[in-house]
């Protein structure tokens, strides 16, 4: 039977699998982002992946920060960082409270 559902269980999200240093990539959304330097930016511009203190955050050349990461993953992507991997994010969708990044490792 087909349709909408009713069951009383609400979305579970599947459990993340463990990101790999040098092939993982990651797609999300950053969270607390500055909109006003947003506005410098297109889709396909690439940036930083930094640690901030304990936070993964998305930063440009002058250490100016568009926002933070926040993904199922970013426990394993803190390690790598520790590790001396280095890694982009590349904006792949700005909508007006949006903007969707692809994090991967710098070649």
Do not use: W
């Amino acid at each position: 039977m087909s349709g909408s559902g009713s069951g009383s269980g609400g979305y579970t999200p599947m459990p993340s699998s463990e990101f790999n240093c040098i092939y993982g990539v990651i797609d999300t959304n950053l969270v607390s982002v500055d909109f006003e330097l947003l506005k410098k930016y297109i889709i396909g511009d690439t940036l930083n992946v930094d640690m901030l203190g304990k936070t993964v955050v998305v930063e440009n050349n002058d250490g100016e920060v568009l926002g933070s990461v926040l993904h199922p993953n970013l426990g394993d992507l803190k390690k790598c960082i520790e590790q001396g991997n280095e890694y982009q994010a590349e904006i792949i969708k700005i909508q007006p409270t949006v903007c969707h990044v692809r994090i991967s490792r710098k070649q």
